[in-house]
């Protein structure tokens, strides 16, 4: 499968906890972007990288929250100090080169229930 | 954060009817995208569009990236049942890097 991968699919835990997900893009994508969904509601940016520069970052994504791509491959989202508004699908995508229009293809995402 | 306007918010129809929906900005894009999404499942791909006016077919799917820049339509012909879900548009505009996504149209299909 060459698609953009995120582990784990679920992810339960208690406020207060930390987590990280992971997100391996299609390999030939440059590209990588992270969203958050809520029931009922279409997909929200988050952060976007290129390579492995981090180069935009939305006012959604609080000082809880911290994303990285080191090696320009695939990214990991960690959320410090869990709140239950945390509780969302959050989903990992990737494009190629803007300048050839390539679209964003999405991830399976990772669903998050804070209790 | 800011969403785009999608409309029908929801649809009940028979298999083989077609479908029209639409999604409309208060901003101009220079691409507008179709995803559809199944429930515990991402957003798939369906249409991509980058120029104003481009009329873009795949297969029973037609999308149009409106001459204004500030609207799209997708259409379905002779739904099948693989066709519910959910239906997004999306919009990019120019040095942007961030898609804004549309609220979503709910296909169902009625027995």
């Given amino acids: 499968d060459t698609g953009v991968s995120q582990d784990p699919r679920h992810k339960i835990t208690k406020r207060g906890q930390n987590v990280t997900f992971r997100c391996d893009p299609i390999s030939e994508h440059n590209r990588l972007y992270w969203y958050r ?68 293809h999405f991830g399976n995402g990772t669903r998050l229930t804070v209790t | 954060g800011q969403q785009l306007n999608q409309s029908p918010q929801s ?10 929906m ?30 104003a006016g481009e009329l873009t077919s795949n297969g029973r799917l037609t999308a149009q990236f409106g001459i204004t820049r500030k609207d799209s339509f997708l259409n379905i012909s002779a739904s099948i049942p693989s066709d519910v879900g959910i239906y997004f548009c999306a919009g990019r505009d120019f040095g942007n890097e961030k898609l804004t996504f549309g609220t979503g149209t709910r296909l169902t299909i009625i027995p």
């Fill in chain 1, 37 to 104: 969904q809520t029931l009922g509601q279409g997909p929200e940016f988050l952060t976007y990288f290129q390579n492995e520069a981090q180069l935009e970052k939305s006012r959604l994504l609080s000082d809880r929250f911290s994303a990285e791509r080191p090696k320009g491959s695939f990214s990991t989202l960690e959320i410090q100090r869990t709140e239950q508004g945390d509780s969302a699908m959050y989903l990992c995508a990737s494009s190629g080169d803007r300048d050839t229009g390539s679209p964003l």
């Fill in chain 2, 11 to 20: 649809m009940f129809i028979q298999e083989g009817e077609d479908v029209s």
């Fill in chain 2, 22 to 51: 639409n999604c409309t900005s208060s901003s101009i894009f220079n691409t507008w995208l179709w995803y559809k999404q199944d429930p515990g499942e991402g957003p798939v791909l369906l249409i991509a569009l980058y120029k």
